[in-house]
């Protein structure tokens, strides 16, 4: 635990829903509570109920008799100012304040009902999360604002405006087996800001990489400052919502923020040594090369296994994103010259394999002669689940992607490997799919590995086997922590983030 004050504020003993009811959003508080575990007391708080859940219901605050830690409200904004009173005289620590309609409507009348609302929590020593906002996603804590959300905790922090962009993240998170360590929406940071939550991550020890979605901030100047020491230590990824002119509008009536130049802004953020993300899947793309692949100073990248124009464009993008796509090196050719193969000077970088179409060129072979070259700083791989019944490859075609070459041999004492290995659809096979994939493995083929998961055939497959093997495929890459994307355009924007945030984190913390 660090020593910032929100750490004392996330770890409640007990939580008081106030405004809870057998259905609504009060006692959509409850429920996820339930589902995840939560070890402390839940106080449901309405007048108008004796019992909720199968637990006692209380008509206010100052009824509960133990000790109330967290209080979230689920009221009328209205009768706000009622509740902090009686939160502090019951020595609450602080507030979620669920409840909206306060400066983000653009009337005055809402805005000093938030600013007495701040006035009086000071005075009482509580401290506020919001409002306008859906709180605390904690998994290891059993907080939650949203049913169904992942149980398994991570070391990804995320902090956002948004509750519902909160659980967008998660979900696409969930998609490439990353998971949160804390997730926090804070809606108008009436109290704590963007600063404050950035600060509490770059602390948090169960955090390892942060994730922000902003719409404005509070406290700019403090808010760059504090990212430049976070950004010492930990990648943070940034999407700016209110980009353009409507965006702007709606997030005025959002959160109550104000959206200014996003040359300005995108200068900012790289200057502190953050990262610019467009959108969810660019954000979710960077967190996971961050969580999967160790740090990469330098950008040479061999690709191998597409083919034809996917060859052509996985080097132009590669180029685009930053990467130096190197032409193969001579002994690598040479290599393949001695061993024989009549395609030696052919083969390049991308190694496309359609020119291999007699079965004399190996995939595999290329890949571990690129991850024994030190020319080769990391690789970029296609791959297909080679255990699929393949309804979308004729039976007779040559397989193109066998196990690739070890270059880390086994150990003296290890398992002899079968005399006879398993043929499959895409040739000579280790006994299973999880074989197959820990031999592409970092602390196997010594480099890290980035993998271009094919989907040809999945939306013309009726009957659902090419969905189910691209998903037994990316579920076992996950449990063998390897990274994997949809294209190459996706793989390589990624692989280049990590590349330069390394790069400049070296340089700005060695001056």
Known sequence: MSAH???????????AVVGASPSGRGGGFITPMFDLGFKGIIYPVNPKYKEMYGLKTYPTVRDIPGEVDFVISSIPAQETLKLVDDCAAKHVKAIHFFTARFSETGRADAADLEKEILKRCKAGNVRIIGPNCMGVFYPAWGLSFFGHMPKTSGHIGVASQSGG????????????????????????ALDFNEAD?????????????????????RAGKRFF???REVTKKKPVIVLKGGRGKSGTRATASHTASLAGSMTVWNAAI????????VDIDEMVDIAAAFNFVPPMLHNRVGVCGGSGGSSVMGADQSEEAGLDVIPLPE?????????????????????D??????????????VGLMAKNPNFDFLILFMMNPFARNAFRPANQTAQFPPPVLTNPPAANAPAAPAKPQQGPWGNLPPSLDAYVKQYRYDVVGKPLFIIQG?????????????????????KLIENGIVSYPNIKRAANAAAHLVRYYQDKKERTTL
């Open 5 to 15: 004050p929100l750490d004392a504020i996330l770890h409640p003993k007990s939580v």
């Open 165 to 188: 962009a909160v659980g967008d993240i998660v979900e696409a998170m969930g998609v490439k087996g990353l998971y949160c360590s804390k997730g926090i929406s804070y809606g108008n």
């Open 197 to 217: 939550y950035l600060e509490y991550f770059g602390e948090d020890p169960d955090t390892n990489v942060i994730l922000m979605y902003i719409e404005g901030v």
């Open 225 to 227: 400052n504090v990212m």
């Open 270 to 277: 790289k200057q502190a040594g953050g990262i610019n993300a």
């Open 331 to 351: 002994e690598i050719r040479a290599e393949l010259k001695a061993k024989g193969s009549p395609i030696w000077d052919w083969i390049s970088n991308p190694a």
């Open 353 to 366: 394999f359609s020119i291999g179409m007699g079965g004399e060129f190996n995939v595999a072979e290329v």
């Open 455 to 475: 989907d040809r055939g999945r939306n013309n497959d009726p009957t659902g086997e090419a969905n189910k093997s691209y998903n037994e495929l990316r579920e």
